[in-house]
């Protein structure tokens, strides 16, 4: 069975910084592309950015590209978000999943929130 | 690319046919996703392609369109097709429709 899990969230302060992990079991993750996605307390959904499988090509969502990065270390099956400079509209909830420009695995979610 | 999905909620009856549309602001080829998202879960993946059904999804979802226009059919409406429906296009980098809520009247 498929299976993502998200950890890292939490409550966060404006301007700090804040790693998000994802560990995959049940399928080769070394094979697959990986993506984040967020969804805001109004439901809206943003794509983040993916990464290659081998770790060696990412991409961004303009909006977000200088603030945000994405990583994997294929030996721990583990994909990462690395979150800096938060600010208040990212408060979210940081979906990790299975990606080939569609998402055909989701994590259950880490909730995230800025506040001081 | 603006995605838009109407309606925002929409209230059918058990065995019902119900159609969901979603409008793509510019031509997306059949590059458009739907996922259903119940309440307090992650998303899953319903179609692909426009109108290419994911392994394991019943036979009463389909999918259907091109170009900027595109609906979700969901043939027969059962009690667990309560959820939050979004459309995703992914022909240019990728954006989200903003949802259609189903309920059962």
């Known amino acids: 069975e498929v299976q993502l899990v998200e950890s890292g969230g939490g409550l966060v302060q404006p301007g700090a910084s804040l790693k998000l992990s994802c560990v995959a079991s049940?399928?080769?993750?070394?094979?697959?592309?990986m993506s984040w996605v967020r969804q805001t307390p109004g439901k809206t959904m943003e794509w983040i950015g993916d990464i290659k499988y081998d770790g060696s090509y990412t991409n961004y969502a303009p909006s977000l590209k200088n603030r945000f990065t994405i990583s994997r270390d294929n030996a721990k099956s583990t994909l990462y978000l690395q979150m800096s400079n938060v600010r208040s509209e990212d408060t979210a909830t940081y979906y990790c999943?299975?990606?080939?420009?569609?998402?055909?695995?989701w994590g259950q979610g880490a909730s995230v929130t800025v506040s001081s | 690319i603006q995605m838009t999905q109407s309606p925002s909620l929409l209230s059918a009856s058990v065995g019902d046919r119900v159609t969901l549309s979603c409008k793509a602001g510019?031509?997306?080829?059949?590059?458009l996703a739907w996922y259903q998202q119940k309440l307090g879960e992650a998303p899953k993946l319903l179609i692909y392609n426009a109108n290419s059904l994911q392994t394991g999804i019943p036979s009463r979802f389909s999918g259907s369109g091109s170009g900027t226009d595109f609906t979700l059919t969901i043939s027969s409406l059962q009690p667990e097709d309560v959820a939050t429906y979004f459309c995703?296009?992914?022909?240019?980098?990728?954006?989200f429709g903003s949802g259609t809520k189903l309920e059962i009247k």
């Open positions: 995703q296009q992914y022909n240019s980098w990728t954006t």
């Open positions: 049940g399928f080769t993750f070394s094979d697959y592309w």
């Open positions: 999943n299975r990606y080939n420009y569609v998402m055909d695995a």
């Open positions: 510019q031509n997306i080829n059949n590059y």
